[in-house]
């Protein structure tokens, strides 16, 4: 249990946080929770970065951009709660192809640059793209 919210399975992490695929109790929703390590919750300053990074991306409205619904603490580890996307992402397409060809390669990467437009749009510059 991690607040209101069922944790079902581990979907990656990094240096600061990790996402888990989760269930909310009561809506019995699938959502995607996204949370800051324990050891970096400590830091006040990466508190309140992870909590404008949550509401920059709550102010976005495309179609590219996954829709951030709650953000919270349980305890002292802040949450933000997102949309759960389903497919492959392109960190794994990379893995399982390692080449892709040309036309799909541009398919796949002006949704994407669309999305880092529209953000940018209303003054938000994202710092850390990741396949």
Known sequence: MFGRYVLTRSLGSGGMGAVYEATHVDLKKRVAIKTLLPEVADNEQARARFLREGEAVA?????????????????????????????????????????????????????????VSAAHEVGVVHRDLKP
């Open 59 to 115: 102010r976005l409205r495309h179609p590219n951009v996954v829709d951030i619904t709650d953000v919270g603490f349980v305890g002292e580890v802040p949450y933000l709660v997102m949309e759960l996307l389903d497919g492959e992402d392109l960190g794994h397409l990379l893995d399982r192809q390692r080449v892709i060809p040309l036309d799909a390669l541009v398919d796949l990467m002006l949704p994407v640059l669309d999305a």
